[in-house]
């Protein structure tokens, strides 16, 4: 891969050889009789719609050798439960996300010791659904000391803090290889689709739903959230319309090496701004994502 694509490559590569070879996580153990073992065990399933990053992840780490069954070697614990599935478990559903974080986090810490010591702080969930976002109101510790991994990372909104929590990408699982044209067969400066549920999805609609070369679908829940890795998949140059979206992997990857990014305040400007890029930047761009779409898939 292109080193501009990393912050630093030769950093990234040594941090990883340390992590691979130390990093160990304590998984709380649950049985698959469990009543609730369907929120709290991998699936055996593959991992499918606009939620599946938080089941690969589950079914990563329980295959990874960063498991460990002894907490004394741990440096990380994960608590497993599935925010996608408690919404879909008739049991919980949508009303009843907090009341199971809150008594599974009572359960834990007068089982175990290890919640009580750190105040959750070496603890970690993850999260892919956007509901994520409220279903630890009634377990206020895991909001303020667990790391949250979540695709939903805005620090805009009240609960994700960029220096403790981490933000992944929302991956929409798509089978064969992934699509691209070349630079020269687009034929579209930009395209958006997704539903008017923010004043920057208005404004941009607003102001260029009725340009020919701007496509605008409004209304449309097939991408829902994963459009950036819907963006990379076809081989697409990501616009990011966000002032307060922490970006996966940020830390490791030169966003600014593969995406546009641009402040909500120039949407009028948008237009404006594609156009002045440069054919041999944008190319230098499209490449570039070949190059990382990897990651995110």
């Given amino acids: 891969m292109k080193k501009e694509i990393f912050h630093d490559k030769d950093v990234f590569n ?7 070879r130390s990093l160990k996580i304590y998984v709380y153990p649950h049985k698959k009789n469990d009543p609730f073992a369907n929120i ?8 499918s719609g606009n939620y599946a990053s938080e089941s690969f992840f589950k079914k990563s780490l329980f295959k990874s050798h960063f498991i460990t069954t002894d907490p004394k ?19 919980v559903g949508v009303g009843g996300i907090q009341d199971f974080v809150k008594e599974y986090i009572v359960q834990i810490s007068e089982k175990y010791p290890y919640w009580n010591r750190s105040g959750g702080a070496d603890h970690f969930y993850v999260a892919c659904h956007s509901i994520g976002r409220s279903a630890m109101e009634k377990a206020i510790h895991v909001k303020l000391n667990a790391i949250q991994v979540v695709c939903s990372s805005s620090y805009f909104l009240s609960g994700y803090l960029p220096h403790k929590d981490a933000s992944i990408p929302q991956i929409w699982p798509r089978k064969g290889p992934s699509l691209t044209n070349a ?3 687009r034929k579209k400066l930009a395209f958006f689709t997704g539903t008017m549920n923010s004043r920057v999805r208005e404004n941009l609609v607003e102001t260029w739903s009725n340009d020919s070369e701007i496509t605008v679908h409004r209304g449309c829940f097939d991408i829902n959230t994963a459009r950036i890795g819907v963006a990379l998949y076809y081989g697409c140059v990501p616009v990011i319309l966000s002032d307060h979206y922490d970006l996966p992997y940020a830390d490791i990857l030169n966003w600014e090496s593969f995406s546009v990014i641009v402040s909500s305040l120039d949407i ?21 994502v070949m190059q990382v779409r990897k990651h995110f898939q």
């Avoid at 040594?14 to 691979?20: I, Q, R, T």
């Avoid at 709290?40 to 991992?47: A, G, N």
């Avoid at 009028?268 to 570039?288: G, R």
Wanted: aromatic residues 10%; charged residues 30%; glycine residues 0%.
């Fill in 14 to 20: 040594e941090e990883y050889k340390v992590m691979n």
């Fill in 40 to 47: 709290l065990l991998s699936i055996d399933d593959e991992p």
């Fill in 73 to 91: 070697e741990a440096d990380l614990f994960y608590l497993p439960f599935s925010i996608t599935n408690m919404r879909n478990d008739k049991r």
């Fill in 183 to 185: 630079p020269s067969r």
């Fill in 268 to 288: 009028p400007k948008l237009k404006q701004i594609l156009q002045a890029i440069e054919y041999h930047h944008y190319v230098k761009l499209q490449n570039n």
